[in-house]
């Protein structure tokens, strides 16, 4: 039987070398403590085994010789690192365990050392089996740890070798306590235990698979991210462009090449990028600034400049720079992510023009307009009529912007009225009254053929507004799909009619209108940026009722004036206990609203005050109105409306004639705001 166990030594002693040397390196070089303490193991189990009395120690009666005891230093040291592998291997977070079993390790070691008196089971080696099952216990609760959090492939070989373990650790218990029965079978005094070496095989064998089998999991998730992320380089629409030390392109994305007109990569490839797309008056400070930062690895992170395309078109780029880096930290390129922000610039270019254009005139503009329409002397209000004399003699492009109701085609009129063109009618157009399958139509005109239907040629409403100025109402409400027309008029003026071939030419002035945000739009990816840049050069925002509540005495006054003219009243006065409760609502609707109410007021009142009990009495206190949204009230106030007009919307006496709105819009408004009609009405037709 020794012969056996000689073999089975240096076998183990083998392995341990090939295995803990390879640990070891890998340890080094992966500075992973996991690696590093397995090879020292090995190394230590190698020296063990190979030192005099060469394999294991298989008859050892006390007292031991010096050769055992300084054999033993490097078995002792095995079973004190191995808790602490079983720490870093499992990521057990609590480092007690383990440095009470290695100290108690060392206890045996020193027990060991100063026995003199051969006994059966010395103490020491009782020691050595308590060493051993809390390094079984130990292991089998980390590795449940490591299981639970998720590490199911490493966890599950390492229960395995830890089970071998403890089934030799539970038989060379059993042999201590019972005198050596399984020993003296054996014809050895020999401790079982240092069978470890199949569980110690075991776990280094297993953890390759495992390491194997995550690092193929990990090749194959990353080549699905390259996948991906080269799917998202081709079709992103940025451009994407990286360099190397030399300024020569290493890789251009689709988008970038499509918009600097080239058909293949092929043709910028291995080429100077400045050479290629810089503009020929900044080829040299560009490259001068290039080599600056390779010399001084610092990047500018944030850069706008012009490039030149294929045809010779500059174009402008917002650019975000980042460094490469080799392994060996040295930098070798550049990549540059860019965004054409061309519209923008040229946008913003209009505005300061008109600014400059603006102060050169220095004229003081009368707040006070000739007009009965735009009521009101506060400042808001003020402000908004003195950026409609600002613009309203220039052919800029204008947005009006404010909630519904508050007046906008009001303003509209009067830009158009002080502006040069108001010789010719100005052409106004609903965009959200248009159905998406005839707006085209409708805006641009078709030609004879274009559609079943069209037997003969029709103008659209540019055409009928060449030389004037045309109002888009509900600009946000334009479909994606025409936007790039409405933009190619706004730029140059020109458009061809549905199922047209020739261009045609107009000079036409611009006036939007929303209730939306359009800036918030584009984020969403609703409405096109470059859209938005164009009709956004002179902004004027009309404020809400609530934001110039100083006015409303004024305009009620104003209202009641005009609507009891029109149903022959005699109305002159409201009471301040009513004034005052007008002036608390939060007037959702605004001054289409007001006007509504008013008017509505005027017909049901008599005499010379008006009375508003019809409309106070569903209100609710101001207290109350203060907890709610601006959305809230608006809701609550349109399903008002509906339920007085028995949920008709279109016709006399439907909703949207009360409240001013076009059919198309209250119904858009009432989607928005989720308001569906009652099922117990269902049995009736809301009219169309």
């Known amino acids: 039987m020794e012969e056996v166990y000689t073999i089975l030594a240096y076998l183990t002693a083998g392995v341990s070398l090939s295995t803990g040397t390879i640990s070891f390196f890998i340890g080094l070089r992966k500075e992973d403590k996991t690696d590093l303490i397995f090879g020292i193991m090995g190394l230590c189990l190698f020296v063990y085994l190979l030192l005099p009395p060469g394999g294991f120690i298989l008859n050892d009666p006390a007292p031991y010789s010096d050769e055992i005891i300084f054999k033993r230093i490097f078995n002792s040291a095995y079973y004190g690192l191995f808790p602490w592998f079983i720490w870093f291997y499992t990521g057990k977070g609590n480092t007690f365990f383990p440095s009470l079993i290695s100290l108690t390790e060392i206890t045996c070691y020193g027990i060991m050392f100063f026995t003199t008196i051969d006994r ?43 089970a071998i373990y403890a089934v030799l650790v539970v038989l060379a218990a059993i042999n201590r306590l019972t005198e050596d029965v399984i020993g003296q079978q054996m014809r050895l005094k020999f401790f079982l235990i240092h069978f470890h070496a199949i569980p110690f095989m075991l776990i280094m064998g297993f953890r390759v698979v495992a390491d194997v089998f995550e690092k193929y999991q990990l090749e194959k998730l990353v080549k699905e991210r390259d996948k991906r992320w ?46 290629m797309v810089s503009l020929p008056s900044n080829v040299k400070s560009a490259k001068m600034l290039f080599d600056k930062a390779m010399r001084e690895e610092k990047m500018i992170p944030y850069l706008q400049n012009k490039i030149c395309t294929k045809q010779g078109q500059e174009i402008t780029i917002d650019w975000i720079n980042y460094l490469i880096n080799s392994d060996d930290g040295r930098v070798v390129g550049v990549m540059s992510v860019g965004r054409d922000v061309t519209a ?104 004879k053929g274009a559609f079943t239907t069209a037997n003969q040629s029709r ?8 030389g004037g100025t045309i109002f888009l109402d509900e600009i946000g409400e334009l479909p994606l799909e025409m936007q790039p027309k409405l933009l190619r008029v706004l730029q140059n003026g020109e458009f061809e009619r549905l199922g047209g071939q020739k261009t045609i030419k107009v000079n036409v002035r611009v006036i939007a209108a929303t209730n939306r945000d359009l800036a918030h739009e584009v984020s969403q990816n609703r409405f096109r940026d470059d859209l938005f840049y164009r009709l956004n050069v002179f902004p004027i925002t009309i404020p809400a009722i609530r934001q110039r509540k100083e006015d409303l005495p004024e305009l009620i006054n104003y209202f009641i004036d005009q609507d009891s003219k029109k149903y022959q009243k005699s109305l002159q006065q409201i009471s301040k206990a009513d004034l005052k409760r007008l002036m608390e609502y939060a007037w959702p609707g605004n001054v289409r609203e007001l006007k509504n109410v008013i008017e509505r007021s005027v017909i049901a009142s008599s005499g010379s005050t008006l009375k ?77």
């Not at 103008?459 to 060449?466: M, P, T």
């Open 120 to 162: 059966p089971t010395p103490i020491w080696t009782m020691v050595a089996l308590l060493v051993y099952a809390a390094t079984t216990v130990y292991g089998l609760i980390a590795s449940i740890a490591q299981y639970r959090r998720g590490e199911k492939v490493k966890a599950k070989w390492f229960m395995m070798a830890i």
């Open 344 to 447: 923008g610039v040229t946008a913003q270019r209009m505005i300061d023009q008109l600014k400059l254009e603006l102060e050169k005139e220095n004229v003081v503009h009368d707040i006070t307009v000739g007009s009965t329409e735009i009521i009101g002397s506060s400042k808001a209000i003020g402000y908004a009529i003195q950026k409609v004399n600002q613009v309203a003699a220039t052919s800029a492009p204008v947005l009006l912007e404010g909630e519904t109701g508050v007046g906008k085609e009001l303003f509209a009129d009067l830009i158009h009225k002080l502006s040069s063109k108001n010789s010719v009618p100005m052409v106004k157009v609903n965009c959200a009254a248009l159905p998406k399958e005839l707006i085209e139509d409708e805006l641009f005109g078709h030609e």
């Open 612 to 688: 508003l009990d019809w409309f106070l009495a569903g209100e609710k206190s101001s207290e109350q109105q203060s907890s709610e949204t601006l959305e809230d009230i608006e809701r609550i106030h349109i399903v008002k409306i509906m339920e007085e007009c028995h949920w008709k919307i279109n016709g006399e006496n439907g909703a949207a004639e009360k409240l001013n709105m076009h059919p198309n819009t209250l119904r858009s408004k009432m989607k928005k705001l989720g308001i569906d009609r009652p099922l117990e009405r269902s049995s009736e037709a809301i009219s169309e």
């Open 230 to 275: 080269q799917s998202f380089m081709r079709h992103a629409p940025v451009f994407v462009l990286e360099v190397d030390n030399q300024a020569n392109i290493t890789y251009i994305n689709d988008f970038a090449l499509k918009q600097l007109g080239y058909g293949d990569s092929s043709e910028l490839l291995s080429k100077n990028c400045f050479e």
């Open 459 to 466: 103008k659209g409403r540019f055409e009928l507004a060449d």
